[in-house]
């Protein structure tokens, strides 16, 4: 398995700013993912980052958006910039690890966005 | 990925066996079927994975039909704290695939 934490737990910003989570791995891990939960939805893959090379978006989600940082195997960022209420969520951060790629997720960033 | 099916929600009454079902007639041979929790406000937990025999584990267990289109996970003496929505999500377990999250089952364990 894999301990992962996330800060900051919450937090509540205004439109237009924008704000780093970070993830911190208790181990060393190859790919980090990135998540996001609307309200009441279902997780939404935002994008997989890896170490030394650019992160992959998925549709429908931007670098210019969601910049991701890689710097080790055990840590990863994700800003979400210029922000609006419809970036209101709960953000996660995952990895997998075993034999069968089980993933592991941390506890969530929840944002607010006012 | 092979998309599956579960039901939206499920009750159970505390003590018993709680059995989720899911469907998944469109798994391939390398799919395995992984079951994943969310408990309110938490992020996803993992309880199970299985390719194709039964599969035991602290937290529950997996049943694989033997064609491999349909899957249940038990849990078998669910508590309150088993309150949580269910994903069974199938997939590839290569390095460079990761979890598509269907809509799950809301499971609610009743006093």
């Known amino acids: 398995s894999a301990v992962i934490s996330q800060k900051p737990s919450r937090d509540i910003c205004q439109r237009g700013t924008s704000l780093t989570i970070q993830c911190q791995v208790d181990?060393?891990?190859?790919?980090m993912f990135w998540y996001r939960q609307q309200p009441g939805q279902s997780l939404t893959l935002i994008a997989t980052a890896n170490q030394g090379s650019e992160a992959t978006y998925e549709s429908g989600f931007v670098i210019d958006k969601f910049p991701i940082s890689r710097p080790n195997l055990t840590f990863s960022t994700l800003t979400v910039s210029n922000m609006s209420p419809e970036d209101s969520s709960i953000y996660l951060c995952?990895?997998?690890?075993?034999?069968?790629?089980?993933?592991?997720f941390g506890p969530g960033t929840r944002l607010t966005v006012t | 990925d092979a998309k599956t099916t579960q039901p939206t929600s499920m009750d159970c009454a505390e003590g018993r066996a709680a059995n989720l079902p899911c469907n998944h007639s469109?798994?391939?041979?390398?799919?395995?079927v992984y079951w994943y929790r969310q408990i309110h406000s938490q992020g996803p937990q993992y309880i199970i994975h299985?390719?194709?025999n039964n599969e035991t584990n602290e937290m529950a267990s997996l049943i694989i039909t033997e064609d491999r289109k349909s899957s249940t996970l038990i849990l078998p003496h669910a508590t309150l704290r088993d309150t949580a929505v269910y994903y069974c999500i199938v997939r590839v377990a290569t390095g460079a695939n990761n979890l598509f999250f269907g809509t799950g089952t809301r499971l609610t364990v009743i006093p």
């Open positions: 181990s060393q891990v190859t790919m």
């Open positions: 469109t798994i391939s041979g390398n799919e395995y």
């Open positions: 299985g390719l194709k």
């Open positions: 995952s990895v997998h690890t075993g034999l069968a790629y089980e993933q592991y």
